[in-house]
């Protein structure tokens, strides 16, 4: 009876450990699974992230990739525009160099020019001068063919006289009258050359005249000329400095 009881406890106590080693089983065998559901669920939360960084990191090297070939294309672009920028100044500066070649030639044209105006001017004045004196010596040969006209007409006076005294002297003054005679030839003949002396120098009074008016307005010309030259080399010089600055 006692040993029946021993093994019925025995029993009992072994059947309450199976029971425990059971339930202890079932627990960890639940909380492997919860485990392993853990684990499972962190592997495909880190895959997931990781597809996630992935897709991240492919976008942004294609954007980086995008905004490389942006920079690509912006930087090309700038450098063509620059190029042509730099060939329109070659061109600009190659037509200023030209344009201030031409200007610096042509001013030195009229730099010439102006020197030979400035010699012509010199020439008319000086021809200014010679007309003067010229017109000067005129009416002082006028003056002294006056006075020889007057002393031609005095000696006629006189050889008519002296030819009437000899006439009224007879034979005694016959001598005399053709000494008169000779006399009053001469001096008509100085009168008719004194006439003639006289429309010479009206001739040359005109002539001279004509002479002294067309210098005078050559050199007016010459004068209004060279101030247009001068104020057209002022002018060019002062764009040659600007452009020269």
Known sequence: MMQ???LVAVFAIVAVAAIAAAVVLRLRLAGARDELRRGLAEREAAQAHLASL???????GQQAEDAAAAREQALAETIEDACAQIAELRAALAAAVQERDAAAALA?????EAARLRGLAG???????????????NQDMHAKNRELSSIVAHVLIVSLNASIEAARAGTAGRGFSIVASEVRSLASRSQELSKSYQDSLNRNDLVTTATFQDIQAGGKMITASLGNVDALATQLRGQLERSAA
Do not use: C, G, K
């Open 54 to 60: 992935q897709a991240d990191w492919t976008r942004r």
């Open 123 to 137: 020439t008319f004045e000086r021809w200014h001068e010679q007309m003067i004196s010229l017109m000067t010596q």
């Open 108 to 112: 030195a044209r009229i730099a010439a």
């Open 4 to 6: 029946a009881e021993v």
